[in-house]
C-alpha cells in the first residue's frame, strides 16, 4: 500500500494502512510504502499478518531505515495524537498474530498503551512480535506509555517478542514509561526483549524503561546487567519471584509461565 493508492500499478493497493489490514487474507504481508500514515490502527478480528515498512514506490526494494515509513497519532497534525497508533485487541475466543516491521511509531495517545496496545480477553491469544521498530514520543495517561500488553481475563495468552526496536521519549503518569507487561487473572503471559535500545523514557509512577506487573506467580526475569531497583524497571508480583542475572545472558525473558535461555 502507499499513500496516492497506485503502487505503481499492482493490485490490491489501499491508500492507508487499515483499508489493508481489513481486506487482507489470512497470512497477508501487507508491504508499506516509505512515507508518513497519520492512522490510528485497530485490529480487534482474528488476524495473522505481517506489516513491513521501507518498500519503495515500485515495491522492488526494501530500505530498512525504520525513518522512512512513519505511523503517527496526531491524524489532525496539530500536534496532539488523537489516539493509540496500533490497537490490538482479541475478544473472547480469537486469535491475533501480529508481525510489525521497520516502522517509526509515534505521537500515539491512548489510556493504556500510546504506541501499541496489546489484550487477550477470556481465552484468547494475541502473539505480538516487533522487529526493528523506532517506537517514540506516545503518552499514556494512565500507564504503558509506548507499549502496553495485557492479558487479564481467565485463559487469556499473549507473546509478545520485541528484537532490534529503539523506544524513546514515551511518558506515561502510571507505570511503564517505554513499556508495561501486565497480568492478572491469566498466568499466560510472556515478554521477550532482545537487543532493544530503551532510553529517556518517563513514568511518574515506576519502571521508566520497563514495568511488569503480575497478580499471579511466579514470573521470571532474566538480563545480564539491569538491577532489580534500577529506576528503569519495576517489577511487582506478590510471591515467587524469579531473578535470575546469567551472565552471559543477552536478552531478556519475562515470562508468567516458564524462563527459556
Same mark, same amino acid.
Given at each position: ?27 497477508? *504481508? ?112 494512565? *500507564? ?86 534500577? *529506576? ?30
Amino acid at each position: 500500500m502507499e499513500a496516492s493508492g497506485s503502487c505503481n500499478g499492482k493490485t490490491p493497493c489501499f491508500a492507508n494502512i487499515q483499508q489493508a489490514i481489513n481486506s487482507a487474507a489470512e497470512g497477508a *504481508t501487507i508491504r508499506v510504502a516509505e512515507g508518513r500514515y497519520h492512522e490510528n490502527l485497530v485490529i480487534s478480528g482474528s488476524k495473522k499478518l505481517v506489516l513491513e515498512g521501507g518498500w519503495d514506490n515500485n515495491f522492488l526494494h526494501r530500505a530498512p531505515d525504520a525513518n522512512l515509513t512513519v505511523i503517527d497519532g496526531d491524524i489532525n497534525g496539530d500536534g496532539i495524537g488523537d489516539g493509540g497508533v496500533v490497537r490490538i485487541e482479541a475478544l473472547s475466543g480469537l486469535t491475533i498474530t501480529l508481525d510489525i516491521n521497520g516502522f517509526t511509531i509515534q505521537n500515539g495517545v491512548s489510556e493504556d498503551g500510546g504506541g501499541i496496545f496489546a489484550m487477550a480477553h477470556t481465552s484468547a491469544i494475541v502473539i505480538l512480535n516487533l522487529d526493528g521498530n523506532i517506537i517514540r514520543y506516545n503518552n499514556s495517561p494512565n *500507564t504503558a506509555g509506548g507499549i502496553g500488553v495485557y492479558a487479564q481475563d481467565p485463559g487469556a495468552n499473549v507473546q509478545s517478542t520485541l528484537t532490534n526496536n529503539i523506544l524513546y521519549g514515551n511518558r506515561t503518569v502510571g507505570n511503564g514509561g517505554a513499556m508495561l507487561a501486565a497480568s492478572s487473572n491469566s498466568i499466560n503471559l510472556s515478554v521477550t526483549i532482545i537487543n532493544n535500545t530503551v532510553s529517556e523514557n518517563f513514568a511518574d509512577a515506576a519502571g521508566d524503561g520497563l514495568s511488569v506487573i503480575w497478580l499471579h506467580p511466579p514470573c521470571y526475569w532474566k538480563h545480564p546487567s539491569m538491577s532489580r531497583g534500577s *529506576t528503569e524497571l519495576a517489577i511487582a508480583p506478590p510471591t515467587g519471584l524469579l531473578w535470575e542475572k546469567p551472565p552471559a545472558e543477552e536478552e531478556w525473558i519475562v515470562t508468567t509461565k516458564h524462563a527459556v535461555r
